[in-house]
């Protein structure tokens, strides 16, 4: 009896182990089922906009420097900031590329695009005379239902002085009512292209050899 007893508890040991690994991997198809696919967003613009009249035939040589940003930001997901200052990371919404890629990119194509540069790394001989564009991105936050905000430090040297030309700080922020994620990128596309005209008009400026100051920021 008592041998009996045994095969029929370890019989129904053996049943609850298995019951058990069967729902854990019914959990584990389930959670998979239901999680969302990964979406991505990107900085650079889907038009090209409007160009402003070159003072030259000749383009603007520019080196837009790889840009820094800080370090809570500097990874694939988007990390929001909740309405207590905590930062919420978002694992299914995600960058397309590094977001220090996606800001040089952007401000690269929105120079060339609006403000008659050339992107020195493309052109087939060496300009005489190039401007490196250095942007070291100081805040870079999402906060969902009232803003998207760049503050940043950027300087303009050129390749024929030893010392930079100009350095400024630049606060931008784009208002968001709603619209989730794609309302926050599209809100940081705005502000990128703000910042890059902010640049672009004194690029100008500088290559004619007038005087400029930086913009007055709130």
């Not at 990390?79 to 905590?86: C, E, G, H, I, K």
């Amino acid at each position: 009896m008592t041998t009996k007893r045994l095969a029929c508890s370890l019989s129904l040991r053996e049943r609850a182990r298995v019951r058990a690994a069967t729902l854990l991997a019914c959990a584990l198809l389930a959670s998979c089922a239901a999680s969302k696919p990964d979406r991505f967003h990107t900085l650079l613009a889907s038009d090209a906009p409007a160009p402003v009249s070159a003072p030259s035939a000749a383009p603007i040589a520019i080196d837009v420097l790889p840009v820094t940003v800080p370090a809570y930001a500097d990874q694939p997901q988007w990390v929001l900031r909740a309405a207590d200052d905590s930062l919420i990371v978002l694992e299914q919404e995600r960058w397309a590329a590094p977001l220090r890629e996606e800001l040089r990119s952007a401000l690269t194509e929105r120079l060339v695009a609006r403000w008659g540069a050339a992107d020195a790394r493309t052109l087939a001989r060496p300009a005489a005379t190039t401007w490196q564009v250095r942007v070291d991105v100081q805040r870079f936050e999402s906060i969902p239902g009232r803003e998207a905000r760049i503050d940043s430090l950027w300087s303009l040297a050129s390749s024929a002085r030893a010392s930079v030309a100009l350095g400024c700080r630049s606060s931008i922020r784009e208002s968001v009512s709603d619209g989730g994620v794609p309302a926050l990128a599209a809100a940081h596309r705005r502000a990128v292209a703000r910042l890059a005209d902010e640049i672009g008009q004194r690029l100008q400026t500088l290559q004619r050899g007038e005087p400029t100051a930086c913009a007055s920021n709130p």
